[in-house]
């Protein structure tokens, strides 16, 4: 089978390296890829920069299956477009990627089904959002409802700071995304992701992982794309099943029930609050970085799973007792001014260490960063401790000038 991956980062990376090592899979595309993806899957033509010409590309070298890694490819519409040609792609639709790129969307959805999630209300305007912020009795989180790089949310600590969120968000900080606004009850309580596989009412679990979001030690420091993260996650078998019972579940057969043909990931950022589980967010897409400490954990073959979740097969996933620990190299100053260009020596690795690359290019045969988040460095082990010491030794091996990273990936957990 021929597979192409979309996405550049170490997400992607991650999903073809687990891709690849299934035996159906012949040959894997990636566009854009990276040099890390590059070693095992083959470069689409940098000619092709639209995903119209993506679509013919992959008409005309047959591809079986697309699988789309970033949220941006969704929302414009990549699954509806190649669909359209009868070619096969595991992605959701641009209409079922409201979910996640319209907050508001996704918020009359769970009230809809009643999925648990803190209370809010929507805002055209800023005149409306002042006028609940003034009333609410509760703290707020102020997010833009469109698509904003993760960027547009702002947890605040006073009504102040609840204005000047809602003046930023309607004085264009985030443009088109800012235009309408979702205002939030502030939930407490640890963070965890779920990432279901999704196809019509047929679905998967993966196990439940733990981003680390803050750049700095112990939670500290601006959000960021994701510097660590760990799987699985223990959070008891009770807890387990009332996620699937009162969220997972829900969310999936209300698309269902709404006519939304959802295939692909369905990604719940769920908060563990005093009052039981609440959704935070939905996602259409694995998550970066959990993506890259999962894939190392799952026996089966991902290439199997996907195909047996669309043909309607029933799907069991095989994982490794282990556990994972990722802790993403950064460049000195992300999420803020950083270096590019920084020249990397990766290190030789053991059988429980993996690299993936997150921001990284070739340039004159030399593996250079090129983003913020640089690399993924993940260890395995047969618990939490012997996996941050995997993963902590090859991170402390990897040279490259002005490294930075969080030390305490997997030091509180739930
Ligand atoms: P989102 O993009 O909606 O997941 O928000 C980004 C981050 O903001 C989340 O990972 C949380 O840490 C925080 N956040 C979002 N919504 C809430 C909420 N209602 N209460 C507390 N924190 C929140
Ligand atoms: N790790 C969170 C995300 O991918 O959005």
């Known amino acids: 089978m021929r597979v192409l991956v979309t996405g550049q980062g170490g997400r992607e990376h991650a999903l073809t390296w687990k891709l690849a090592q299934s035996p159906y899979v012949k040959e894997i595309y990636a566009w854009p890829g990276n040099p890390g993806i590059f070693e095992i899957a083959k470069p689409v033509s940098k000619e092709i920069d639209t995903l119209l010409a993506l679509k013919e590309f992959a008409w005309k070298e047959k591809i ?19 669909q359209a040609e009868g070619l096969q ?5 641009k209409n079922a990627a409201r979910l996640e790129s319209s907050k508001a969307f996704a918020k009359a959805f ?20 002042c006028s609940y912020i003034q009333e609410a009795k509760y703290q707020l989180v102020i997010k833009a409802d469109g698509l904003a790089q993760g960027k547009g949310v702002y947890v605040t600590d006073s009504k102040q700071e609840a204005f000047l969120a809602v003046q930023q968000l309607f004085g264009g900080a985030f443009g088109e995304a800012g235009r309408k606004v979702v205002i939030e009850e502030r939930l407490t309580g640890p963070e965890i992701s779920v990432f ?35 799987a699985p996650i223990n959070i008891g078998s009770e807890l387990e099943v009332e996620i699937e019972e009162k969220i997972i579940r829900p969310s999936v057969l209300g698309l269902s029930a709404e006519g939304i043909d959802f295939c692909g990931v369905l990604f719940i950022g769920l908060m563990l609050t005093p009052n039981g589980p609440k959704v935070l967010e939905y996602n259409v897409r694995m ?30 996933l095989d994982l490794k007792k282990m556990v994972s620990c990722c802790v993403i190299v950064a460049a000195k100053g992300y999420p803020d001014k950083f270096q590019r260009g920084m ?41 939490l401790t012997t996996a941050k010491q995997n993963a ?16 305490d990936i997997g030091d509180n957990m739930v």
């Open 287 to 316: 998550g970066d970085p959990e993506t890259q400490a999962l894939m190392p954990l799952i026996d089966s073959d991902l290439y199997q799973v996907i195909t047996a979740l669309l043909d309607h097969k029933p799907i069991s």
């Open 196 to 230: 279901v596989l999704v196809h019509q009412q047929n679905y998967c679990l993966l196990p439940i992982a733990m981003d680390h979001k803050r750049a700095y030690d112990n939670d500290l420091g601006p959000n960021t794309g994701g510097m660590g993260a760990i």
């Open 343 to 383: 020249s990397i020596t990766l290190p030789a690795l053991n059988r429980d260490q993996f690299i993936f690359h997150s921001g990284t290019e070739l340039k004159g045969g030399q593996v250079v960063s090129v983003g913020g988040r640089v690399l993924s460095v993940v260890g395995l082990g047969s618990n």
């Open 64 to 82: 079986d299956l697309t699988i789309v890694g970033p949220e941006k490819h969704l929302a414009a519409g990549i699954a509806d477009l190649f």
């Open 110 to 129: 769970m009230v809809r089904h009643q999925i648990p999630t803190a209370k809010y209300f929507e805002a055209d305007t800023e005149d409306s959002a």
């Open 392 to 407: 902590y030794q090859a991170v402390e091996k990897v040279i490259m000038p002005d490294k930075f990273y969080r030390r």
């Open 89 to 93: 792609v595991f992605g959701p639709s």
